[in-house]
C-alpha cells in the first residue's frame, strides 16, 4: 500500500491516505508542495515514528526554504515561523497515519 503525507505550503490538501501540512513562506506565488513517504516505516514502533517526523521536519524546511542568513531576522522568523506552521499541521496527518496502522495489526 502507497502511504504518503503531503507537506504543502498554501491551502490543505486531503487524500485518501495522506494529509496536508500548511505553511506559508513569505512571497510565495503558488503553493509548494512536497510528499514525505512513510509506507516503509512501522508506525506501531516509536522508531518508524520518529523517522517519520525526522522526514516531516526535513519536508517542512524544504516548503519553507531555502533558509534564509542568519543576519536576515525578518526573513529568518518568517521561515521558522513557516517551518513550526508545517510542522504543527503535519500533527493531525501524522496521527490518523498512526491510527490507520493500528487498525491494521488489530485485523
Known amino acids: 500500500m502507497f ?8 491551502f ?3 487524500l485518501s491516505l ?3 501540512a ?3 513562506p513569505a512571497g510565495a506565488d503558488a503553493p509548494r508542495q512536497t510528499v514525505v513517504k512513510y509506507g516503509d516505516l512501522n508506525l506501531a514502533h516509536a522508531a518508524g515514528v520518529e523517522a517519520l517526523n525526522r522526514r516531516i521536519n526535513l519536508a517542512a524546511r524544504e516548503v ?3 533558509e534564509p542568513d542568519i543576519r536576515e531576522i525578518g526573513d529568518s522568523q518568517t ?4 517551518v513550526t ?8 496527518p501524522l496521527a490518523e497515519a498512526m491510527a490507520a496502522t493500528r487498525l491494521e495489526e488489530v485485523q
Do not use: D, I, W
Open 18 to 20: 495522506a494529509g496536508g
Open 64 to 66: 519553507c526554504g531555502p
Open 85 to 92: 506552521h508545517a510542522q504543527a499541521q503535519a500533527a493531525q
Open 22 to 24: 500548511l505553511a506559508a
Open 79 to 82: 521561515y521558522r515561523a513557516c
Open 12 to 14: 490543505a490538501v486531503g
Open 3 to 10: 502511504k504518503t503525507l503531503m507537506a504543502a505550503t498554501g
